[in-house]
Every structure is written in structure tokens, then in C-alpha cells.
């Protein structure tokens, strides 16, 4: 008797929560997944990719944050800048020489037992100390994935830093609520997907919805676009996503 074909795996998951046997059973089923990969043993990496499946570590490069380890009191580093109430961490001055070092320690230790990382917050400081921040991880991992969430003021120059792009809020947000965008909002990100495209910068979706419904407006406006879509809660709480 044959066994029956393995189940296709799905593209990408985008989780923040801990690394629960539930949860890790549910990565392994993803070609991609974005972790907290500083949240995780090192076993735990280890088999999610031995069993084929590619880690990318999340890294933020414009915002200082509370992570494990990590502490973050606003004001008590001198390169912070300004609160972000929304998501309680802080802005940071990326072209600060204490920013520097930080942001290099944490992006080694995001890729330990990593195939490469996302680099969030890239809209939140000055671009020119961005882009300084990115070009260096670029020069000292230069076999690494690098994952940009959106960073469109910094295109074109960021383009050859990265290996491609990840459109959050690509049809839906959560702020001030769960909704697909407007006409305008619309507009606004099908100009970017064509300009990323044009840049030769692959291009996934990220997406937010509270309700199976609109979970599923998100992923078939992604699949017209061309693009795929992991639709997922506001705290990226949910490893298979919304269904």
C-alpha cells in the first residue's frame, strides 16, 4: 500500500509568541516562518530546519523594544528618541554609534540557529541612518536572507541590500480597526507592489483580520494582485494564521 503524497507546505508564517510544541508543530508545516528566534532553544531551531523549513529572526532596526533578555526603559539609552505608545517600544536614533553596536549584537544573535532575518521598523527613524544600519548588516552577513518590512522611503537605495520585501498591511489593518483599505489606501499599495517589482525585489503580503470573512477578502485580493498573503491577528499570536 503506497503512503499517501505529503501535504504541500504553505509559504509563510509570521509568529511572535513562544515556541510551544503546539506552535512548533504548526511552523514545521511552512516553507518560511519569521520568529523570535532569541525566544527559542536552540534544539528547536535546529529541527525546524533540518526538517526543511527556513527561519528568518526578527530584528527591529528603527525602534529599541522589550525582548527576553532585552530591556528597554525609554530614555535610558542615549540613542532613543521618542515613544511609540502604540507598540511600546521607542524610536532610536539609527545613527548613533551605541545604536550601532546594539543593533550588530542583536542581528548575530537573532541568527544563531537562523537562515537569515526580518528587518522590521525601517519606516520608524532618519533614512540615511537606515539605510547605514542595513548596508552594514548587508557587508558583515553577506550570505544572509535579508527580509525588509516595507521601507519605501528608502528605494531605491535599499533595494540591493535585501533579498526581498515584506508588504505589510498589504489590503487590511488593525488600526484603529480590523477593515480592508480604502480606495486611496488601495491605490497607495498597488503602486508600491509595482514599483518593488520593477526594482527585481521579491514580494510577500502580510495582512490582518479578526473574522474568517475578512481573512478571506485579504487572501483573495493578494491572489489577484499575484502576491500571497499571510493573514494573521494584530500580535501575531497565531502560527497557521486566521483561517
Same mark, same amino acid.
Given at each position: 500500500m503506497t503512503r499517501p503524497a505529503p501535504r504541500p507546505r504553505r509559504p509563510l508564517s509570521i509568529y511572535y509568541g513562544p515556541p510551544t510544541p503546539?506552535?512548533?508543530?504548526?511552523?514545521? !508545516?511552512?516553507?518560511?516562518?519569521?520568529?523570535? !528566534?532569541?525566544?527559542?532553544?536552540?534544539?528547536?531551531?535546529? +529541527?525546524?530546519?533540518?526538517?526543511?523549513? +527556513?527561519?528568518?529572526?526578527? %530584528?527591529?532596526?528603527?525602534?529599541?523594544?522589550?525582548?527576553?533578555?532585552?530591556?528597554?526603559?525609554?530614555?535610558s539609552a542615549p540613542y532613543h528618541s521618542g515613544d511609540n505608545p502604540e507598540w511600546g517600544s521607542v524610536r532610536v536614533d539609527a545613527a548613533h554609534p551605541g545604536w550601532r553596536e546594539t543593533l550588530n549584537r542583536r542581528a548575530d544573535e537573532a541568527l544563531h540557529g537562523a537562515d537569515g532575518l526580518l528587518l522590521d521598523t525601517l519606516d520608524s527613524a532618519a533614512a540615511a541612518g537606515i539605510l547605514e544600519r542595513v548596508q552594514e548588516l548587508r557587508s558583515r552577513h553577506p550570505d544572509t536572507i535579508l527580509l525588509a518590512n516595507r521601507g519605501f522611503d528608502l528605494m531605491p537605495d535599499l533595494a540591493p541590500e535585501v533579498s526581498g520585501v515584506l508588504f505589510e498591511a498589504f489590503s487590511t489593518t488593525h488600526s484603529p480597526a480590523y477593515a480592508l483599505h480604502d480606495e486611496g489606501g488601495l491605490a497607495y499599495t498597488a503602486y508600491w507592489q509595482v514599483r518593488l517589482q520593477d526594482?527585481? %525585489?521579491?514580494?510577500?503580503?502580510?495582512?490582518?483580520?479578526? !473574522?474568517?470573512?475578512?481573512?478571506? %477578502?485579504?487572501r483573495e485580493y493578494a491572489a489577484r494582485q499575484g502576491l500571497h498573503t499571510f493573514v494573521t491577528d494584530r500580535a501575531l499570536s497565531r502560527p497557521t494564521g486566521q483561517r
Open positions: 503546539r506552535a512548533l508543530a504548526a511552523l514545521r !508545516t511552512f516553507e518560511t516562518v519569521v520568529v523570535q !528566534t532569541t525566544l527559542y532553544p536552540p534544539r528547536a531551531l535546529n +529541527r525546524l530546519r533540518a526538517g526543511g523549513t +527556513r527561519v528568518l529572526g526578527y %530584528l527591529s532596526v528603527g525602534e529599541d523594544h522589550a525582548l527576553g533578555d532585552w530591556a528597554c526603559v525609554p530614555g526594482l527585481g %525585489l521579491p514580494v510577500v503580503a502580510l495582512d490582518y483580520a479578526d !473574522t474568517p470573512a475578512l481573512a478571506r %477578502l485579504a
